[in-house]
C-alpha cells in the first residue's frame, strides 16, 4: 500500500469528505443470496437505529473487487463509513492512519469480555477497536448432494482416499462429482483445505500460516499440491471463471455432487429452501475433522468529518455487536456468532456442529486461520500464494515439485 500512503498526503489536504451526517456508507460484496439476506439484516437493524443506509456492494467473491474499489476511493479522500475489512489487513490500514478508534463503545459494551482474546487483538489498531466482528465463518467444509452419492451407491467421504473413491464411484455413474469454480481465491480456498488434510494442523501452521521455507518446500507440500491436481480431472470443463455460488448451485441443483467451500455456502442452500441433513449434508473437509479453519468477517471503520457522521458509526459497531443481529445474521450467512454466550438454539445441524468444533478445535490447538480468506498473512504475500496455486491449477506443465519451490519465492513477498 506504498502508492497509497503517498497518495493520501495530497488526497488529505484537498479532501473532501462527502459523507452525511447518519448516512452509513457500507462497503461489501455480500451479493449472493445468502449474503444479500444476511446483508438485508444488517440495513434493518441500523434503519432502526434513525440512520439511513447507503448501500456500497461490489461483486465478487472473497472481497478482490471490493478492495479494489476501496483504495480508490480512500485515494481519493471520500472513504465509506465502514467496509469490510478483515484480518491482518486492518493493521495495514490502520497503518494508513485513516482508521478510526470505536475503543468509547467497546469499553462501554466490555467487548474485551466478549471476543475471544485473539479476535479482539485483529480488531484492534494499536490498542484501540477500529473493527468490530460479524462473525465466524468455518472455510474447511464439503458441501454434498446426498442423492447423487446414494445414485453411485459412493459413500459420504471422511478421508482423502475415500474422496477420490467416492469422486471416480461419481464418475462411473455419469455423475459430476466436484462443483468447481476456477478463480484464484477458490483455488486458495480449496489448496489450503488439502494442505490441512494431508499435512495436518501443524503442518498447515508452519507453511501457511508462519510461512516457513523449509516447509513450503518440503516433500509434504509436493504431496499436498500432487493431492490438490488431483481433483482437477473430477471438475467440469466450465469450470474456469465460474462464481462460488454458481458451484454452489450446481450442488443444489443435483448437476454436481460435492463443493469443497466455506460454510458461506450454506447460506445458499438454506436461501434455495433446501435443509441440511436431508437435501444437504456439510462434512469437514476429508482428513481435517478436527482441525477448524477460521474466516472472521469484521467492519473496519474510517475517520469521519463531523460528530453526526461519528455517531452513525458508533451506532453501526454495537448493532453488529449486539446478540439479536450476531442471531438472525448467522442464521442467513451461514456462519456462527463470534461473541460469547450466544444461544444457539435456532442453528441448523451445521451450525451446531461448527460452534461444537470451533470450541473443540480451540481447546487442541487446532484452531488455524485461513490463508485464502485474509486472516493469515499480509495481503501482498496472499496475492502472491494466489498467483502459483493458480497457475499449478491450470498450467498441466508445471510439476508440484516447481509449484512448491515458487511457493517458497512467493512468501517472500511483502
Ligand atoms: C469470504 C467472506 C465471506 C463470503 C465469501 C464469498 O472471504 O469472508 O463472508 O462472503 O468470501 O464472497
Known amino acids: 500500500m506504498q502508492v497509497l500512503r503517498t497518495t493520501l498526503c495530497a488526497a488529505a489536504m484537498a479532501a473532501a469528505f462527502t459523507a452525511h451526517a447518519a448516512e452509513v456508507e457500507v462497503l461489501h460484496w455480500w451479493t449472493s443470496g445468502g449474503e444479500a439476506k444476511a446483508a438485508a439484516e444488517l440495513k ?12 456500497f456492494a461490489v461483486a465478487g467473491g472473497a472481497g478482490e473487487n471490493a478492495m479494489t474499489a476501496l483504495k480508490t476511493r480512500v485515494v481519493s479522500g471520500n472513504p465509506p463509513t465502514a467496509a469490510q475489512i478483515k484480518g491482518p489487513a486492518i493493521q495495514e490500514w490502520g497503518e494508513e492512519g485513516v482508521l478510526a478508534s470505536i475503543d468509547d463503545v467497546a469499553k462501554k459494551e466490555g467487548w474485551d469480555k466478549l471476543l475471544p482474546p485473539v ?8 490498542g484501540s477497536y477500529v473493527a468490530v466482528p460479524v462473525n465466524v465463518h468455518r472455510v474447511n467444509w464439503l458441501w454434498v448432494n446426498p442423492e447423487l452419492l446414494k445414485k453411485a451407491k459412493a459413500k459420504v467421504p471422511t478421508t482423502l482416499d475415500e474422496f477420490f473413491a467416492t469422486a471416480e464411484a461419481l464418475k462411473k455413474a455419469g455423475v459430476q462429482p466436484v462443483a ?6 477458490q483455488d486458495a480456498t480449496v489448496f489450503e483445505s488439502v494442505v490441512l488434510g494431508v499435512g495436518g494442523v501443524d ?7 508462519q510461512l516457513d521455507q523449509n516447509s513450503l518446500k518440503s516433500p509434504t507440500m509436493v504431496k499436498a499440491l500432487e493431492t490438490f491436481k488431483r481433483i482437477k480431472p473430477y471438475t467440469d470443463k466450465n469450470a474456469p471463471g465460474r462464481e462460488w455460488n ?15 467451500m466455506g460454510d458461506w455456502a450454506k447460506g445458499e442452500f438454506l436461501a434455495a429452501g433446501k435443509v441440511p441433513g436431508k437435501d444437504f449434508l456439510c462434512v469437514a473437509v476429508p482428513g481435517t475433522a478436527t482441525a477448524f479453519t477460521f474466516n472472521i468477517d469484521s467492519f473496519a471503520m474510517f475517520k469521519l468529518p463531523n460528530k453526526d457522521a461519528e455517531k452513525g458509526e458508533k451506532d453501526f459497531a454495537s448493532a453488529v455487536m449486539s446478540p439479536q443481529f450476531q442471531e438472525v445474521f448467522n442464521l442467513n450467512k451461514g456462519s ?35 490463508m485464502a ?8 504475500t496472499q496475492g502472491a500464494i494466489y498467483d502459483v496455486v493458480s497457475q499449478f491449477w491450470n498450467d498441466d506443465r508445471m510439476s508440484a515439485r516447481q509449484a512448491a519451490d515458487k511457493l ?7
Not at 44 to 55: N, R, S
Not at 408 to 414: F, G, I, L, S
Request: aromatic share 10%.
Open 408 to 414: 517458497a519465492a512467493a512468501a517472500k513477498v511483502r
Open 180 to 185: 468447481y469454480g476456477g478463480q484464484p481465491w
Open 373 to 380: 480468506h485474509g486472516m493469515a498473512v499480509h495481503s501482498a
Open 119 to 126: 479476535v479482539a487483538n485483529v480488531m484492534k489498531y494499536k
Open 336 to 370: 456462527i456468532p463470534v461473541r460469547a454466550g450466544m444461544n444457539m438454539a435456532k442453528f441448523d445441524a451445521c451450525g451446531q456442529q461448527s460452534a461444537k468444533d470451533f470450541a473443540a478445535a480451540s481447546q487442541k490447538s487446532a484452531l488455524v486461520p485461513s
Open 203 to 209: 503442518f498447515y501452521r508452519k507453511s501457511l500460516v
Open 246 to 260: 454458481l458451484a454452489t448451485a450446481m450442488v443444489i441443483n443435483g448437476k454436481a455432487a460435492m463443493q469443497f
Open 44 to 55: 434493518k437493524m441500523l434503519e432502526a437505529k434513525g440512520h439511513k443506509w447507503k448501500d
